[in-house]
Nanobody, 125 residues
Framework: QVQLVESGGGLVQAGGSLRLSCAAS????????MGWFRQAPGKEREFVAA????????YYADSLKGRFTVSRDNAKNAVYLQMNSLKPEDTAVYYC??????????????????WGQGTQVTVSS
């Protein structure tokens, strides 16, 4: 089992940047494919990005390509989401999620077994 803790959220003006971090517990982090999701008030949770367990592949929601970048550091048991050119519509709670073991990237929330508590990102106009 793995525990996930997100950090790095906050309030930022439109056009600004934030880097979210997700720290994972456990010795098997390097075997988990990791995903980022977000949920805005009154909306369903939506896929943001994912990175394969070995970092070899990444995948993004079409609407976010070019602005968001997912990366991971297996030596530090961490996954990151760099968010640039933020827009008010990016305001949401951002969650990281883990999909074991040695699995490929998935964009559906039901394919992820473990979730963090989320971190709030608010983008002001």
């Amino acid at each position: 089992q793995v525990q996930l803790v997100e950090s790095g959220g906050g309030l930022v003006q439109a056009g600004g940047s934030l880097r979210l971090s997700c720290a994972a517990s456990g010795r098997t982090f390097s075997t988990y494919t990791m995903g980022w999701f977000r949920q805005a008030p009154g909306k369903e949770r939506e896929f943001v990005a994912a990175i394969r367990w070995n970092g070899a592949y990444t995948y993004y929601a079409d609407s976010l390509k070019g602005r968001f970048t997912v990366s991971r550091d297996n030596a530090k048991n961490a996954v990151y989401l760099q968010m640039n050119s933020l827009k008010p519509e990016d305001t949401a709670v951002y969650y990281c999620a883990a999909r074991p073991i040695y699995t490929n990237i998935a964009r559906s929330a039901i394919d992820y077994d473990y979730w963090g508590q989320g971190t709030q990102v608010t983008v002001s106009s």
